[in-house]
């Protein structure tokens, strides 16, 4: 055999390096997940006392993210499986069985006997297939990483484990397509409390054959990554795109990486596979992780929403995404989605139920969808109040085409007059992590998540747009204002209990709660000069504080000034109003 190029070998030394850190982490990571393995244990005894299918109408499941949305391969229906919510101080693993009917704009709730165990991050679809996915201890710093493989059997509603060796080590962030009666699975992490490693291996598993095959493709393969783009072409191959992956550059400091590479996995005959790197045209999406995508119409794949995270000092800011790009596969070109809008009025923007304010994406010059480029990007900030005070800005960087610039505020009252009559355009609000499915032609977005500072807003709102037609999107759940929780880490111990209620509980004393505040929010507008919003008899801190919440952030932004930071205008407002607390009889 000839020598190795530095190349090739380059390869080989970083292929034994993630092998040995693999065996690292695996090896910390025993413990750790040994005693999760308890807890799941201790979820899987409820669910065994689950002896038969029960299907029940029900409300828009709670807010979530990470978790497979599916579109049933017969009927009109979605399928939405597991997740995650995180309230602050908890962490919520979810193994629900949601189907939502496209037809009626209803969801229902399926009991299954001998579900798989609670999970996020893992991959769905098909039949409904789903493999891997991790299990997070309540307080989120320990992690159980599945490597298990179940299909949920549509027809008769039942779940089978499928107990095949020679599959993927314990992963979550991966990915998995279905392409020519196989499920090809690439990518993910594997993380314990101190380590990690992310893989860039491939590995099929037959659907006939019911095997797993660890393919050995030749060619120069991605770098390790996670939460990257995986594509089935019509031929049989897979695309890969983007993702992330961190490294550890010195103790306790890693670095991300947000890839913006494209490879061509193609399979050249019976188990021989081949990694190409591709070059694709057009405009590429914005770097980004966090991303969804889904296989739309026209042999194309759609990416939408994400995070472009910066990095500033010690502190981490990103910027939420809410754009569509589409890859057309046949001609290898990437596009930005543009929607046409209705002709007889230009595009509206509406603020969001109590959350954030949406901005529609601009129509192109000719309104068709792979549009010339827009001119150039516009940011806009917007800054709100949510329903239980927290005060948001919200960052959105939009393009602006020639022949529509971006209105006014003073342009948005004026619209918003007629919005009554006419009805507005919206889109979903900048998100990450969200779900995607398309049926009929028409996408899909539900849930995900966005962060305000330290803050994570959690969505449980429901979108569609006919991807076709590409004129606009429509609400089919809005998001609930009461299903947002958050709980500071230093808040009570009486409060960490009224966490039990993240799944939909204690929604009476949230009413009760927004009715007060807008009292307060009435009476101090009438005079800056009234007094601080007095102690109720009896009245514990953390409720006055719920109450009070909006008056003593408005305080802290007028003592401070405009250019504060948000996270240091809330804790001044939160000392402020600890405080007054404390010193009131």
């Known amino acids: 055999m000839g020598k190795k190029s530095k190349k090739e070998k380059k390869v080989k030394g970083a292929e034994k390096t993630a092998a040995k850190m693999e065996k690292k982490v695996s090896k910390r990571s025993k413990k750790e997940e040994e005693d999760l393995e308890a807890l799941i244990a201790e979820f899987q005894t409820l669910d065994a006392k689950k002896t038969q299918v029960v299907e029940s109408s029900c ?12 579109a049933h391969p017969e009927k009109d229906e979605l399928i939405l499986f597991g997740g995650e919510y995180f309230n602050g101080q908890k962490t919520f693993l979810y193994n629900e069985l949601f189907v939502y009917n496209i037809r009626k704009n209803s969801w229902s709730k399926v009991d299954i006997p001998s579900p798989p165990p609670r999970r996020c991050a893992h991959q769905g679809g098909g039949q409904l297939w789903v493999f891997g996915g991790e299990f997070a201890s309540p307080d989120g710093e320990r992690f159980y990483h599945y490597k298990d493989l179940w299909v949920l059997h549509l027809a008769m509603k039942t779940w089978e484990q499928v107990k095949a060796p020679g599959g993927p080590s314990g992963r979550s962030g991966h990915r998995m397509v279905v392409c020519k009666r196989q499920l090809i699975v690439f990518g993910g992490f594997h993380e314990s409390t101190r380590d990690y490693v992310y893989h860039n291996d491939v590995y099929a598993f037959s659907l006939d054959a019911f095997a797993w095959a660890k393919l050995s493709p ?48 193609k399979a050249e005959g019976a188990d021989r596979w081949t990694w190409a790197r591709l070059s694709p045209s057009g405009v590429k999406p914005t770097p980004r992780s966090g991303f969804s995508v889904a296989l739309g119409p026209n042999n194309r794949s759609l990416l939408f929403g994400g995070v472009q995270d910066e990095e500033e000092e010690e502190r981490l800011e990103g910027d939420f995404l809410n754009d569509l790009c589409f890859y057309d596969l046949a001609k290898n070109r990437w596009f930005a989605g543009q929607l046409k809008g209705s002709k007889p009025e230009k595009r509206k923007r509406r603020r969001g139920h109590g959350a954030e304010d949406s901005h529609s994406a601009a129509q192109d010059g000719d309104g068709g969808l ?6 150039g990007p516009t940011e806009v900030v917007t800054e709100v109040v949510a329903e239980d005070g927290t005060v948001m800005t919200i960052k959105q960087v939009i393009s602006s085409p020639e022949g529509e610039p971006l209105k006014l505020e003073s342009e948005e009252e004026e ?10 355009q919206v889109e979903p609000c900048p998100r990450s992590n969200a779900m995607l499915a398309v049926k009929h032609g028409l996408l899909y977005v539900y849930g995900g ?25 429509k609400v089919l759940v809005e998001m609930d204002p009461k299903t947002q ?6 808040e009570s111990d ?38 601080h919003p007095p102690r109720q008899v009896n009245e514990k801190y953390t409720d006055y504080l719920s109450r009070t919440e909006p008056y003593w952030v408005k305080l802290a932004r007028q003592n401070l000034g405009p250019d504060a930071k948000e996270k240091k205008t809330l804790k001044v407002g939160h000392a402020m109003a600890k405080a007054f607390y404390e010193g009131s009889t």
Not at 235 to 240: A, L, S, T
Not at 485 to 490: A, D, F, G, V, Y
């Open 59 to 70: 409300p828009p499941p709670s807010p979530r993210l990470n978790a497979s949305l599916s």
């Open 218 to 265: 030749s060619g120069t393969a991605p770098v390790p990554r996670s939460g990257c783009q995986l594509t089935a072409t019509p031929e049989g191959n897979v695309i890969v795109y983007g993702g992330y992956s961190k490294q550890r550059i010195k103790k306790d400091v890693d670095k991300g990486t947000l890839h913006t590479d494209m490879f061509l996995l």
């Open 370 to 375: 792979e549009g010339q480029p827009p001119p």
């Open 415 to 424: 619209d918003g007059a007629g919005d009554e009559a006419s009805g507005q």
């Open 449 to 473: 998540m966005f962060e305000v500072g330290d803050r994570q807003f959690t969505l449980n709102d429901l979108y569609s747009m006919d991807l076709h037609k590409m004129e606009e999107w």
């Open 485 to 490: 929780e958050w709980l500071e880490e230093s």
């Open 494 to 531: 009486e409060e960490e209990e009224e966490a039990e209620g993240a799944e939909g509980g204690g929604e009476e004393e949230e009413e009760e709660d927004e009715e007060e505040e807008e009292d307060s929010d009435d009476s101090g507008d009438e005079g800056e000069e009234e007094e």
